[in-house]
T-cell receptor, first 114, second 115 residues
Framework: AQSVSQHNHHVILSEAASLELGCNYSYGGTVNLFWYVQYPGQHLQLLLKYFSGDPLVKGIKGFEAEFIKSKFSFNLRKPSVQWSDTAEYFCAVMFSGGYNKLIFGAGTRLAVHP | DAMVIQNPRYQVTQFGKPVTLSCSQTLNHNVMYWYQQKSSQAPKLLFHYYDKDFNNEADTPDNFQSRRPNTSFCFLDIRSPGLGDAAMYLC??????????????FGAGTRLSVL
């Protein structure tokens, strides 16, 4: 079955620390890859996406993610987090076939302390 | 400005009492989706409309229905809510379903409580 795994459910960092959130998926075919962010009390917002081309993609607010096809991974990174990055982060994968269903990981709650 | 609007933000209903959640969009997108998100879990797709074509997920309970009277609006009807249906319900839209155009935009969600 198609699935998406996020390795960390909760991450606590201090401001200026570097961030890497892991995401792996189960499927070896064509995929579109997404990271969404949900700030407290707000809707899911698209952080960045990968469709094709350069496997290193840059998103909003200084986030980037790297697609490594051989590892079925799409890890999210940020060199220096801020308190305002406190949110829940969801990796999502669109597997080709049918109507291209989007499947989410369980999410990672990030808390950044000043 | 909000592009996918869900009403209400919070809904309380009684066990077994039908409830309807609303979603509207200003993006003129062809596809509208309903997801269920339980606490500390991933959003799970219930069904979607591609234009007027309804597509139900195989594991979506019969208790959940949907209506799309026009391009802008989509409703989620829960015929007889049980305690296990308490969750956040997310509406999303996308321009199309093909890989190149399937970027989904989400509303803020409706948190449903069942008493």
């Amino acid at each position: 079955a198609q699935s998406v795994s996020q390795h960390n459910h909760h991450v606590i960092l201090s401001e200026a620390a570097s961030l890497e959130l892991g995401c792996n998926y189960s499927y070896g075919g064509t995929v579109n890859l997404f990271w969404y962010v949900q700030y407290p009390g707000q809707h899911l917002q698209l952080l960045l996406k990968y469709f094709s081309g350069d496997p290193l993609v840059k998103g909003i607010k200084g986030f980037e993610a790297e697609f490594i096809k051989s590892k079925f991974s799409f890890n999210l990174r940020k060199p220096s987090v801020q308190w305002s990055d406190t949110a829940e982060y969801f990796c999502a994968v669109m597997f080709s076939g049918g109507y291209n269903k989007l499947i989410f990981g369980a999410g990672t709650r990030l808390a950044v302390h000043p | 400005d909000a592009m996918v609007i869900q009403n209400p933000r919070y809904q309380v209903t009684q066990f077994g009492k039908p409830v309807t959640l609303s979603c509207s969009q200003t993006l003129n997108h062809n596809v509208m989706y309903w997801y269920q998100q339980k606490s500390s879990q991933a959003p799970k797709l219930l069904f979607h409309y591609y234009d007027k074509d309804f597509n139900n997920e195989a594991d979506t309970p019969d208790n959940f229905q949907s209506r799309r009277p026009n391009t802008s609006f989509c409703f989620l009807d829960i015929r007889s809510p049980g305690l296990g249906d308490a969750a956040m319900y997310l509406c999303a839209t996308s321009e199309a379903r093909g890989l190149a155009k399937n970027i989904q935009y989400f509303g803020a969600g409706t948190r449903l409580s069942v008493l």
